[in-house]
Structures are given as structure tokens and as C-alpha cells.
């Protein structure tokens, strides 16, 4: 059982995702909050797998809500919900320590699915949106805790050749499915492949995977 805690300050939007939610038979609600500051507190109250959090709310925003909930180092995992799709919330949602952005109008098995993978400790971006957050911001989105880049060439060069090809196919904004085809594997395999890789790489999931490649020079901002 997967359990949430829905964060935002329309009544109506909060039913509306309770609603969905609680539709499902592996998801739970285990409470709301309207604004940043009461969500920091009920994250740590409840202690949720996933905290739905909106951006834009008066006094602690969304933003700032995700950044105390992800360094109080508890294991709420923040999927950010936002009505505009802008690179800037994007952008600043995942510094922030988010594990996920999506749009409010996203489809409602979108969503689901979105919670879901965030439970499982991984990240939902679409391929597109990460692709244009770190073709602009590359150069300012180290990953979390960055050493020197000797110490990241370091970390690199634990991977096998496999997973070094498998770390620049996520870098490129592949899905698990589309590195499979790729390279014959069987979906469960790229499955094992990226949880190493996490491991091996201390990337705290896929969006970090992705900066790393960047900031190893794995992938470029011109795709290559």
C-alpha cells in the first residue's frame, strides 16, 4: 500500500485528487494540507511514501515546502503538481529534491502511474521536459552533493561497460523500455542495470542519473 499526502490550497483540487486517489486499491490518503508550512509538518507527522505537492501557495511555496521535506531526510518522496508548465518550476522543483514534476492537467492515469513510480524510488520527468530543463540549465544543475570532477571520473569508472551504455541512454532521456530494445535486454534486466548504476553512482534516482551524465560528459546538451 502506497500512502500520500495531498498538498493544496484549492479545497476543490484536493478532492479532486483524494477522489482519484482513493480510487485505487494500492493507494491511500493519509491526509491534506493547504499550504508549504503545514505540509513540512504533516510530512513529518505522517510520514507519507509520496507528498503531491502544488507549486504556487501563499507563504511557503511549493518549492521550499519540497526543500525542508527532502533535508529533514525522512522517506516522503515529493512528486511537484504545477498548472504551468514552465522549465522554471521544473527546474526548481527537482533541485529542490523533488522526484517528480508533472502538469495538473496530465491525464489521471498519468498521474497514477507518476505516483506510483516515484514510490518505488524512482522519478517521473517526461523524456521531452528533461531534455530541456538540462539543454538550459546544465551548467547549473550539479548533482546533489557534486565533488571534484576527478572524484565523479572516480565514480564513473566503477561501471561496467553495460552500464555505462545504459547511464548514456538515460542521459538521452530513454525509457526503461526504449534501452531494451536498444540493446536486446529484457526489461527486467535494465530494471537491475539502473538500480546499480544508482547505487554505484550515488544518484538518489533516475533525474540525478541523467544530470551525472551530463556533468561526466557522457551526454552533451547537443544530444550526442
Same mark, same amino acid.
Given at each position: 500500500?502506497t500512502?500520500?499526502l495531498?498538498?493544496?490550497?484549492?479545497?476543490?483540487?484536493?478532492?479532486?485528487?483524494?477522489?482519484l486517489?482513493?480510487?485505487?486499491?494500492?493507494?491511500?490518503?493519509?491526509?491534506e494540507?493547504?499550504n508549504?508550512?503545514?505540509?513540512?509538518?504533516?510530512?513529518?507527522?505522517?510520514?507519507?511514501?509520496?507528498?503531491?505537492m502544488?507549486?504556487?501557495?501563499?507563504g511557503?511555496?511549493?518549492?521550499? =515546502?519540497t526543500?525542508r521535506?527532502? +533535508? /529533514? @531526510?525522512g522517506r516522503?518522496r515529493?512528486?511537484v !503538481? *504545477?498548472t504551468?508548465? #514552465? $522549465?522554471?518550476y521544473?527546474?526548481?522543483?527537482?533541485?529542490?529534491?523533488?522526484?517528480?514534476f508533472l502538469?495538473?492537467?496530465?491525464?489521471?492515469e498519468?498521474?497514477? =502511474?507518476?505516483?506510483r513510480?516515484? +514510490? /518505488? @524510488?524512482?522519478?517521473?520527468?517526461?523524456?521531452? !521536459? *528533461?531534455?530541456?530543463l #538540462? $539543454?538550459?540549465?546544465?551548467?547549473?544543475f550539479p548533482?546533489?552533493g557534486e565533488e571534484d570532477?576527478?572524484?565523479?571520473?572516480?565514480?564513473?569508472?566503477?561501471?561496467?561497460e553495460r552500464?555505462?551504455e545504459v547511464?548514456?541512454?538515460i542521459?538521452?532521456?530513454?525509457n526503461n523500455s526504449e534501452?531494451a530494445?536498444?540493446f536486446h535486454?529484457a526489461e527486467?534486466?535494465v530494471?537491475?542495470h539502473?538500480?546499480?548504476?544508482?547505487?554505484?553512482i550515488?544518484?538518489?534516482d533516475?533525474?540525478q542519473?541523467?544530470?551525472?551524465?551530463?556533468?561526466t560528459?557522457l551526454?552533451s546538451?547537443?544530444g550526442n
Open positions: 500500500m500512502t500520500l495531498i498538498v493544496d490550497d484549492h479545497p476543490l483540487q484536493r478532492m479532486g485528487f483524494r477522489m486517489v482513493e480510487s485505487q486499491p494500492d493507494l491511500v490518503v493519509l491526509g494540507a493547504d508549504g508550512a503545514d505540509a513540512v509538518r504533516r510530512a513529518t507527522e505522517l510520514g507519507p511514501d509520496v507528498v503531491l502544488d507549486v504556487r501557495m501563499p511557503v511555496d511549493g518549492i521550499e =515546502a526543500r521535506i527532502i +533535508a /529533514a @531526510g516522503s515529493v512528486l !503538481l *504545477t504551468f508548465d #514552465l $522549465d522554471e521544473a527546474y526548481a522543483a527537482l533541485r529542490a529534491g523533488a522526484s517528480g502538469v495538473k492537467d496530465a491525464q489521471p498519468e498521474l497514477l =502511474a507518476g505516483i513510480v516515484v +514510490a /518505488a @524510488g524512482d522519478a517521473v520527468v517526461a523524456p521531452k !521536459l *528533461t531534455r530541456r #538540462l $539543454d538550459r540549465f546544465a551548467d547549473q548533482v546533489e570532477t576527478s572524484a565523479a571520473a572516480e565514480r564513473l569508472g566503477v561501471l561496467t552500464e555505462k547511464l548514456t541512454a542521459g538521452r532521456g530513454w534501452i530494445e536498444r535486454l527486467s534486466t530494471k537491475t539502473v538500480g546499480r548504476i544508482l547505487a554505484k550515488g544518484a538518489r533516475r533525474v542519473a541523467v544530470i551525472f551524465a551530463y556533468n560528459g551526454v546538451p547537443d
